[in-house]
């Protein structure tokens, strides 16, 4: 046989030093495409032992900041605006000084103010953090929900669920320059990632149900943790700690095993009083803080009202809240039918957290109200509970039905998707009109390209918002005047709020118009400086003789 010559690879010798080969002692040569090819197989077993649920909360975390992405409502003021303030000042937070003198209960949640200084320091404290501080929040929702559901009634129905509230107005006109319904998808408020810290928990206590020994006990612990964090963020939240109890009971889980699951609750509450003493020199300050906010509300209410909350806010605001008040009809007419331990748990859920909020929204006193229950976000906290018990209910009372009828295998997949197509077209169809944060975009370009404006007055919700735009996305300031605002319920705009250029916008929503209805024109004296493309935002200079 003849031998290999020098230039000729054998089994031990690369062919030339430059190829992209390897070796390993002891072992085969394997090129490149061949370790690319190990690792994508590699890859490919590693997803194939992933768990579905795994890959379907992914799915619906990637659904949540892709329609936050669609939305892409601009940082806005008031509340949102103040917990940025205090996550940016944590732990070192003025409350002798104006806003945190008067709103101390938002500044208290340190369940909502950490991660957002967490983020911040990452980030920055510019817009980029607070889309995401924002998606972290939307995520434990609606995945919460998918989560919840799915413990209880599969998979169908929590990818149902979660889809139900992603396109839902109630979690897509939240701009208030355009037509505002609530604040909560891509605003960073505590509604959202309170009662998704809840839902994921209660996931857990249902999971923790189908098993035994040590793993029953890991999940309870898990469980435990997070209905404990969803106080941290949503103090209210604590009324539903009431019934865990009942949940256990419910769920077949031994009596002592409360002493499991509240365990880590009071481990996080230790926390929280250490944390308050230390920064705010009193350790019920949250607690105390939500007590004593409140009082006689600016909006109409007398003990009737306070009574229909639930219904009010569902229906007096979008059509489509007909969705959680049929959900909440069919849970019961399917307890009353099947008699499901499931639907019970549902229901306890949802009256458990339903009646203190009814309460103290005015029944007990309308001039002393506590909880403005008539707006949606209070109640996201039973929402996953409602789709989980609608969908619990369709389905526990089809399979009732006779085979003969053919209902479960012909009729109902196509009535499911006649209706679910209906409502996927009525709930987005208004999405395309929103007003996305291109006016403000645009503003912060022109800002920076006008150095020497160096003032600018607007009313208080504005210029919260407009901190943001005059410094890039991480928070960087590309524009260093000074911002003059006023409060925007005033009679009239102040004599020291017409020194310089006036930003200006007709607001939509339920939001009121700037002193009243006041505009600057021309006819006034004002000039038009600037506008947006689409005309939301303007910026006027004032009459000549406008300060004198």
Not at 259 to 278: D, E, K, S
Not at 297 to 322: C, I, K, Q
Not at 471 to 476: A, I, N, S, T
Request: hydrophobic share 50%; with cysteine; net charge positive.
């Amino acid at each position: 046989m003849a031998q290999p010559t020098a230039d000729e690879p054998t089994l031990d010798q690369p062919a030339a030093k430059n190829r992209p080969t390897a070796t390993r002692e002891g072992g085969p040569v394997r090129t490149l495409p061949a370790r690319l090819v190990a690792l994508s197989a590699r890859l490919v077993r590693r997803a194939r032992r992933t768990r579905r649920v795994v890959w379907l909360s992914l799915l619906v975390a990637a659904s949540a900041v892709g329609a936050q992405w669609v939305l892409m409502t601009p940082p806005l003021y008031f509340d949102p605006y103040y917990v940025w303030l205090a996550a940016r000042d944590w732990p070192d937070i003025p409350l002798a000084q104006w806003p945190f003198d008067e709103v101390p209960h938002q500044v208290t949640r340190i369940g909502l103010v950490l991660p957002a200084r967490l983020v911040q320091e990452i980030l920055g404290d510019g817009q980029a953090a607070y889309f995401t501080v924002a998606a972290f929040g939307g995520c434990a929702f609606f995945v919460g929900t998918y989560l919840v559901v799915r413990s209880l009634f599969g998979d169908v129905a929590g990818v149902a669920a979660a889809a139900v509230l992603i396109v839902h107005p109630f979690f897509t006109m939240t701009n208030p320059y355009g037509h505002e319904i609530t604040w909560s998808t891509g605003v960073v408020l505590p509604d959202m990632p309170g009662a998704g810290l809840f839902a994921i928990g209660m996931a857990g206590l249902v999971v923790a149900s189908r098993r035994t020994g040590r793993a029953q006990t890991r999940m309870l612990l898990a469980a435990g943790t997070l209905l404990g964090a969803s106080f941290l963020v949503r103090e209210f939240l604590a009324f539903l700690f009431l019934a865990i109890p009942v949940y256990l009971a419910l769920l077949r889980i031994p009596w002592r095993r409360n002493v499991t699951v509240g365990a880590p609750m009071v481990a996080i509450l230790a926390v929280n009083l250490v944390h308050n003493q230390l920064v705010w020199g009193r350790p019920l300050a949250g607690l105390a803080s939500a007590a004593e906010h409140g009082g006689q509300s600016r909006d109409y209410v007398t003990r009737e009202l306070a009574a229909r909350s639930f219904l009010r806010a569902m229906h007096d605001w979008n059509p489509l809240g007909l969705v959680f008040t049929a959900a909440l009809a069919l849970t019961i007419v399917g307890w009353v039918v099947t008699r499901d331990r499931r639907l019970a748990l549902v229901l306890v859920w949802f009256f458990t957290l339903a009646v203190p909020l009814t309460l103290f929204s005015g029944v007990l006193d309308p001039n002393d109200i506590s909880l403005r229950a008539w707006l949606q976000r209070y109640w996201f906290a039973v929402l996953p509970a409602l789709l989980a018990g609608g969908f619990g209910s369709l389905t526990l009372m089809i399979k009732m039905l006779p085979n003969r009828l053919r209902l479960r295998t012909l009729i109902v997949p196509v009535l499911a998707v006649a209706l679910g197509g209906t409502y996927a077209v009525s709930a987005v169809r208004a999405v395309p009109d929103l007003p996305r944060d291109t006016a403000w975009n645009e503003l912060r370009g022109y800002l920076a390209g006008h150095r020497d404006i160096t003032l600018i007055c607007a009313d208080r919700r504005l210029a919260q918002t407009l901190t943001f735009y005059t410094r890039d996305m991480w928070g960087d300031p590309i524009w260093h005047g000074e911002i003059r605002d006023f409060p925007h319920d005033l009679g009239q705009v102040p004599r020291n709020a017409t020194e310089g250029p006036m930003l200006y916008t007709r607001w939509r929503g339920m939001e009121s118009q700037i002193g009243g209805g006041w505009q600057p024109t021309a006819q006034q004296g004002w000039h038009l400086r600037w506008r947006s493309s689409d005309g939301l935002l303007q910026i006027w200079n004032p009459p000549p003789d406008a300060a004198g």
